[in-house]
C-alpha cells in the first residue's frame, strides 16, 4: 500500500474506531443509496400500501376506542404472527415502548439496580454494549460459538447477574435453536440469572419462530424479551419495541417504564396490527422472498471477485456480510461514501475485540432490489481497486 493510502486508511479507521455504528448510519440518511442502517426502507407492498392509505381510518378508531384493547390486539396479531403463541400478553406483562432501544434502556436502567455485570453475545449491534454499559454495567463477551456449543462455563453465570443474547443476531443472523434456548434458560434459571432476549430480528427467519416464551415459561428463569416491529416494515421509523418480562423477573421495569413514558401511540398500534394480520396473509412469506432474492442479486453483482466472501452462508436476515480480503473494510466504506454509497464497515460489532471486523462490511438488504444493484455495482468496482 503506497503511503498517501496509508495515512488515508489509518484517518478513515481512527474516524470509524471514534463513533459508533449509528454516528455511520446518519452519514447515509440522505443519500439515494444508503444500504447502512437494517430499518425497512424497501417500497411498499400493495397489501401495505393500502393499509397505509387507510390511515386517516386508523386514526379515528384510535381515537374512538381505548388504547389498551388496540393495544391487545396489535401485540395479539404481531405475537401471533411469529409463533409467539405463549406470549403473556394477559397479565400486563408485555410493555409497549416507542422502539427497541428504548425498551432496552428501560431493561437496563431496571437491571442496574441489582447487578453491575451482564454477558453479552459477541458480536452484536453496538446500541446494546452502549446502552448497558451506559448505566454503568460491565460487559463480559459471550463468543457465538460458545452461545450456540452448548452449556456455558459456569464461573461465566456465577459472575454476572444476566445473559443477554441477540437472535437471530445482527450481523450474523445466528439464531439459538429451541434446544439451545432450553439449556441455556435452565443454566439461567439455576444461577438466578436473568436471560435476556433481543429478538428484534426474528420476523426474518422462520427458525426464529418456535414459541420461546413456552419455552421460557416451563424453564421458571427470570427473563426479559426485546421484540420489534421495526426491522419487518418500511414505516417511516413508526414502529413498537415490546419489552416483556417474566413473573418472577425482580426488576423494576414498570416503575422505570412509568419514569420515561406512558405509551405508545394507538394509531401507531394500529398500523402494526394491520400490518401483522396482512403479513399472516402471505405478507410475511412475500417478504422472506424478497430478502433471498436480494441476497441473491447482491452475490451475484460480486460474483468472481478475487479475496470477496459471503461469511453468513445460511443467514436469512436483512443484513448481508462481505469479508473483503487482504483490504480495511474502513477503507472501502470510506472510497464507496466518495461515491454517495453507504454501508457499514463491521468493526463496531466486534465490541470487545474491534480488529475482528477490519475486513467484513454489512449491507442492508432491506431495500429496493435496483438500489441493491447499484450499490453492489459500485461496491465491485472499489473493491477491484483496493
Ligand atoms: C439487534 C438490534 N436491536 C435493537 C436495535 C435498535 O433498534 P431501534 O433503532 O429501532 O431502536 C437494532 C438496530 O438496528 C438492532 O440491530
Redesign the pocket.
Known amino acids: 500500500m503506497n503511503s498517501k493510502l496509508q495515512s488515508r486508511v489509518e484517518k478513515v479507521g481512527d474516524a470509524v474506531a471514534a463513533g459508533n455504528?449509528?454516528q455511520l448510519?446518519f452519514l447515509a440518511l440522505n443519500s439515494s443509496l444508503n444500504l447502512a442502517?437494517?430499518?425497512a426502507r424497501q417500497e411498499l407492498t400493495a397489501g401495505q400500501a393500502k393499509i397505509i392509505a387507510r390511515l386517516p381510518d386508523l386514526w379515528a378508531e384510535a381515537q374512538e376506542r381505548t388504547v389498551h384493547e388496540i393495544e391487545r390486539e396489535a401485540q395479539e396479531s404481531y405475537f401471533h404472527l411469529l409463533g409467539q403463541h405463549s406470549y403473556p400478553g394477559g397479565d400486563g406483562r408485555v410493555l409497549s415502548c416507542?422502539?427497541?432501544?428504548?425498551?432496552?434502556e428501560i431493561y437496563a436502567r431496571a437491571l442496574a439496580t441489582t447487578t453491575d455485570a451482564v454477558a453479552l453475545v459477541h458480536p452484536?449491534?453496538d446500541?446494546?454494549p452502549d446502552i448497558l454499559t451506559g448505566v454503568g454495567l460491565r460487559l463480559v463477551p459471550l463468543e457465538e460459538d460458545v452461545l450456540h456449543g452448548g452449556d456455558l462455563p459456569v464461573g461465566l453465570l456465577q459472575s454476572v447477574g444476566a445473559v443477554f443474547v441477540?437472535t437471530p443476531?445482527?450481523?450474523t443472523g445466528r439464531v439459538l435453536s429451541e434446544e439451545g434456548l432450553r439449556g441455556l434458560a435452565a443454566q439461567c434459571a439455576e444461577h438466578g440469572v436473568v436471560l435476556t432476549l433481543?429478538t428484534?430480528?426474528r420476523g426474518f427467519d422462520t427458525d426464529a419462530h418456535y414459541d420461546h416464551y413456552a419455552v421460557l415459561e416451563e424453564s421458571g428463569c427470570r427473563w426479559v424479551v426485546?421484540e420489534?416491529t421495526?426491522?419487518l416494515w418500511p414505516t417511516l421509523?413508526l414502529?413498537v419495541?415490546w419489552l416483556v418480562r417474566s413473573a418472577n423477573v425482580g426488576l423494576p421495569i414498570a416503575k422505570v417504564y412509568s419514569d420515561i413514558l406512558l405509551g405508545v401511540s394507538p394509531l401507531v398500534l394500529a398500523m402494526v396490527r394491520e400490518l401483522a394480520e396482512d403479513a399472516a396473509d402471505a405478507g410475511l412469506a412475500d417478504l422472506h422472498d424478497y430478502i433471498a432474492e436480494n441476497r441473491a442479486l447482491l452475490r451475484t453483482e460480486l460474483a468472481g471477485l478475487p479475496d470477496i466472501r459471503f461469511v453468513d452462508e445460511d443467514t436469512r436476515v436483512s443484513v448481508e456480510r462481505v469479508h473483503v480480503g487482504d483490504r480495511y473494510a474502513a477503507d472501502v466504506w470510506a472510497r464507496m461514501c466518495e461515491h454517495s454509497v453507504y454501508v457499514l464497515p463491521c468493526q463496531k460489532f466486534h465490541w470487545a475485540r474491534p480488529a475482528e471486523g477490519d475486513r467484513l462490511l454489512r449491507i442492508a438488504l432491506s431495500r429496493s432490489p435496483a438500489a441493491i444493484a447499484a450499490a453492489a455495482r459500485v461496491l465491485r468496482s472499489v473493491l477491484l481497486d483496493t
Open positions: 455504528l449509528t448510519e442502517d437494517g430499518h416507542y422502539s427497541s432501544s428504548v425498551a432496552m452484536t449491534f446500541n446494546i441477540t443476531n445482527n450481523p433481543d428484534s430480528f426485546i420489534d421495526g426491522k421509523e414502529k419495541g
